[in-house]
């Protein structure tokens, strides 16, 4: 029988709570991020001077020593690590990609790489007073123990890059990410190449002029002081091996309740109670796609539910929402959030056959990602007679005089010749720019394309009986763009809406007549007043909304 899952069914309480555990990891990390980005800041300052350096550091200790920020700094360092282990704990297998795993090891691994920092610095300052400042920092672990400053460094790498893996894996699924995703991988690169250089360069002033900044003071004296270290080293390990320990015993019980997951090509795997179908996918090493990492941000892992038992439990709120957002049928679930209870049978629906596989799980554009572009649509109109008079070699040399023509008028303009469709042409804008440029960027090329085949008409005048005409349309919207095909056929291309409401006003220019048809969306991107024009509205096909759209006779007249 098919799962039906009860849309009205009470949220329950656990997935309400994994919700807001996920909110407080959060922002919890992103509290951490801030720390590290203002604290890498002031290392870099060095490469001004320890002067600098020191300046900077007063208003650090200011934000991040105040009551308010020690709150907020030691809470969320605290909080976030017991959300990891909690992570941790909750994970049905240790099995997943190896960013998950990266992000998970850095992470455990900080605490024991920045204890002996924390309680030299802060720790050494609330029971002593003792303030060090960069000068005392810099020359004791750069200079005097340079295996402690080695140490450091590296542990301000993994801390990072562990914020860095965060930030990716919540950022990841947004629409404008892809486009803003260089200059975020360069700020990342920056910031810690930068902290590291000042750090360096601050050493080499102080070994150069050492009694420029003084002696080493010497700091009071504290019973409590040597203890904290391995206080909290023992903590830190204590707690990881109890969530590991707790894992293991869930496991054993759990065990003897096993639910059977089915594949397609009958393959059958079993997993205790609890494991979502990701997990189990997972396990088995069945290729499974899941662009967010498993978190429910996305529905790429969603597959379609052929049989089981209808009691299974509902979808979470969380699921229920994506799931909505792509309008997904009453068996279809999210495989990272559904977790059996009964033996189901499912069907993975975006990893199915060799190349959905292969491609998808490549990443990058294989993946699909929905952009802003803008597109253009052109043919030659009445070609067709054209080529019915003529030999085919003399049709086709015709025919590459015309592509050539149009592939470099849209190449020279910016964009992408996505396909050639008999002697229609389609020509993609913005996968690297923003929608306002992509948008002149296409008008542009109207205008390139209408030159171009002006001068081929001038070219071979005593071939043609009449001049060749085109007619184009240009629209502008959101489009799913990636790699889509089989085998060797696979190429970069766009589908959606925009795409074949551009072909659409494609053939309305052929209809009325006329070289071009601008969508009224490109015009307001492209700031291209064209009120002067004839206006009309476009009904299209499995469109609910018009389209409004300009008339343009002459191409080039836009021009002038």
Known sequence: MKILPGKSAPEPLGSEIAIRTREIRLFTGLVLGAFLLTHFSNHALGLVSVEAMEAGRVWFNRLWRSPAGTVLLYGSVLTHFLLALLALYRRRSLRMPFREAAQLILGLSLPFLLVAHVVGTR??????????????????????????????????????????????????????????????????????????????????????????????????????????????????????????????????????????????????????LGFSVLEASRIAGIPHLSVCGGRGRCSTCRVRVLEGDPHQPPP??????????????????????????????????????????????????????????????????????????????????????????????????????????????????????????????????????????????????????????????????PAIVGQMGYGQATSLTAVGDTINAASRLEGLAKELDVELVVSEDLATRAGLDLSSRDRQIVQIRGRAAPLGSWIIPEAGSLGR
């Open 316 to 477: 979470t709120a969380q699921e229920r929402g994506t799931l909505a957002r792509i309008k997904a049928g009453p068996n279809v679930r999210l495989a990272c959030q559904f977790r059996p209870t009964h033996d189901v049978s499912v069907v993975p629906i975006l990893s199915t056959g060799r190349n959905g596989v292969a491609s998808l799980v490549r990443g990058g554009r294989a993946q699909g990602q929905e952009q802003e572009i803008a597109v253009l649509f052109c043919d030659l109109r009445g070609f067709t007679s054209l080529a019915e008079r003529r030999l085919p070699f003399d049709t086709v040399f015709i025919l590459n005089r015309y592509f050539e023509a149009v592939g470099e008028s849209v190449e020279d303009a910016g964009g992408y010749i996505d396909k050639f469709i008999g002697d229609g042409v389609l020509a993609l804008f913005g996968l690297k720019s923003t929608p306002q440029q992509a948008a002149r960027q296409a008008l542009d090329a109207a205008l390139r394309i209408k030159a171009a085949l002006k001068h081929l008409n001038e070219e071979y005048e005593s071939e043609f009986e009449q001049p060749l005409k085109i007619a184009m349309g240009l629209h502008a919207g």
């Open 123 to 272: 720790v050494e300052w609330a029971l002593t007073g003792h303030d060090s400042g960069y000068p005392e920092v810099v020359r004791s672990i750069w200079i005097l123990n340079p295996a402690i400053g080695a140490r450091q460094a590296l542990a301000l790498v993994i801390a990072w890059l562990h914020g860095c893996l965060g930030v990716y894996f919540w950022l990841r699924p947004k629409p404008w990410f892809p486009r803003s995703a260089l200059i975020l991988y360069t700020g990342a690169l920056l910031v810690p190449v930068l902290a590291l250089l000042g750090f360096a360069e601050a050493g080499r002033s102080i070994e150069e002029a050492p009694d420029r900044f003084g002696s080493l003071p010497v700091p009071p004296a504290s019973d409590l002081l040597p203890m904290i270290g391995p206080g909290l080293y023992v903590a830190f390990g204590g707690m990881i091996a109890a969530t590991l320990a707790a894992r293991l015993v869930r496991s054993l019980r759990l065990w003897s309740r096993r639910v059977r997951i089915v594949y397609p090509g009958d393959q059958v795997v079993t997993v205790p």
